[in-house]
T-cell receptor, first 114, second 113 residues
Framework: GENVEQHPSTLSVQEGDSAVIKCTYS??????FPWYKQELGKRPQLIID?????GEKKDQRIAVTLNKTAKHFSLHITETQPEDSAVYFC?????????????FGTGTKLQVIP | DVKVTQSSRYLVKRTGEKVFLECVQD?????MFWYRQDPGLGLRLIYF???????EKGDIPEGYSVSREKKERFSLILESASTNQTSMYLC????????????FGPGTRLTVL
């Protein structure tokens, strides 16, 4: 089955700096890669996703890159703000019609220091 | 707005008890999932279902079973609760026809004494 590894497990940055979280996956059939943000005491929520036919996607201060050959993808947050502090999860999924199994990474706790 | 609800936010049970966790989604989603979340281990898939009465084992199904009698409801069952099943349990659903986004419920914090 799919195995998703995520690094680092914790990350502290100064407000305004950039943060990068990296994930690798093992199953070459995976073609959908979402990122979720979980604030303390709340449910995970999708912040950005990318499909295997795209190498990069950007949404304001957040961007995700995908290298299918190397089987890794990364989340980039620029100009970090205190409200970016949360746990971030990457995931991989081999979408196949309506039959999906989503495998998550172990999470990165991001702390943005004001 | 998609709504995924779980029957309890907090639950305390004793070892050996049978425990039912229920999840309901109101958006006619085909796919539903049960995860457990533990510090340092992320979200681990217990079971998922892609249709009524259909179920597939996830990565850690041991000690759990599921039931999906109606499309909107997906139940997780702990036949005989054990202390190592103390965890946060999250339900999620996907509308596989139009998107791959998982919508999560608020979670159930289960403590087994």
């Amino acid at each position: 089955g799919e195995n998703v590894e995520q690094h680092p497990s914790t990350l502290s940055v100064q407000e305004g700096d950039s943060a990068v979280i990296k994930c690798t996956y093992s199953d070459s059939a995976s073609n959908y890669f979402p990122w979720y943000k979980q604030e303390l005491g709340k449910r995970p929520q999708l912040i950005i996703d990318i499909r295997s036919n795209v190498g990069e996607k950007k949404d304001q201060r957040i961007a995700v890159t995908l290298n299918k050959t190397a089987k890794h993808f990364s989340l980039h947050i620029t100009e970090t703000q205190p409200e970016d502090s949360a746990v971030y999860f990457c995931a991989a999924s081999p979408f196949s019609g309506g039959y999906q199994k989503v495998t998550f990474g172990t999470g990165t706790k991001l702390q943005v220091i004001p | 707005d998609v709504k995924v609800t779980q029957s309890s936010r907090y639950l305390v049970k004793r070892t050996g008890e049978k425990v039912f966790l229920e999840c309901v989604q109101d958006m006619d989603h085909e796919n539903m999932f049960w995860y457990r979340q533990d510090p340092g281990l992320g979200l681990r898939l217990i079971y998922f279902s892609y249709d009524v009465k259909m179920k597939e084992k996830g990565d850690i199904p041991e000690g759990y079973s599921v039931s999906r009698e109606k499309k909107e409801r997906f139940s997780l069952i702990l036949e005989s609760a054990s202390t190592n099943q103390t965890s946060m349990y999250l339900c999620a659903s996907i509308d596989a026809r139009s998107t791959d986004t998982q919508y999560f419920g608020p979670g159930t914090r289960l403590t087994v004494l």
